[in-house]
């Protein structure tokens, strides 16, 4: 099976506007595309693009690491964006956000109880 390595490149590229682009199509990426195309769909594919696009901690908006193309053409890190490993931050801000409102309902029938 013959694969459009540069298919890859452009679908990484248009799907990633947030992430840094690929301006290079080298031996090591084509490898990575290779077993890419073994063992993800393109719909999966697609899908942990978009998801990384616009995931806060992959975009690198804490000012930390960003998630490149050779970082996510890796079929494990593909799964672990598709299995929602990186989307905990906001969960995590969430839940604590919720406790705290949480809290505070609790306190404020405990004071109206006390009055």
């Known amino acids: 099976v013959r694969i459009d390595y540069q298919h890859y490149v452009d679908l990484y590229n248009s799907h990633c506007s947030s992430l840094p682009q690929v301006k290079t199509l080298n031996e090591k990426r084509k490898r990575l595309i290779k077993r890419v195309a ?6 999966d594919l697609l899908t942990a693009l978009n998801k990384a696009n616009t995931n806060p901690f992959l ?3 804490s000012g930390g690491w960003k ?3 050779d ?12 299995e929602g ?4 931050t906001t969960t995590t801000t969430n839940k604590a956000a919720q406790m ?3 809290s505070y309902d609790a306190l404020a029938r405990w004071v109206e109880r006390k009055q």
Request: a negative charge.
């Open 67 to 69: 998630a490149n193309f």
């Open 85 to 88: 490993n990186y989307d905990r």
């Open 100 to 102: 705290l409102d949480d």
């Open 59 to 61: 975009r690198g908006d």
């Open 38 to 43: 073994k063992e993800v769909s393109e719909y």
């Open 71 to 82: 970082w996510l053409m890796n079929p494990d890190n593909i799964t672990k964006v598709l």
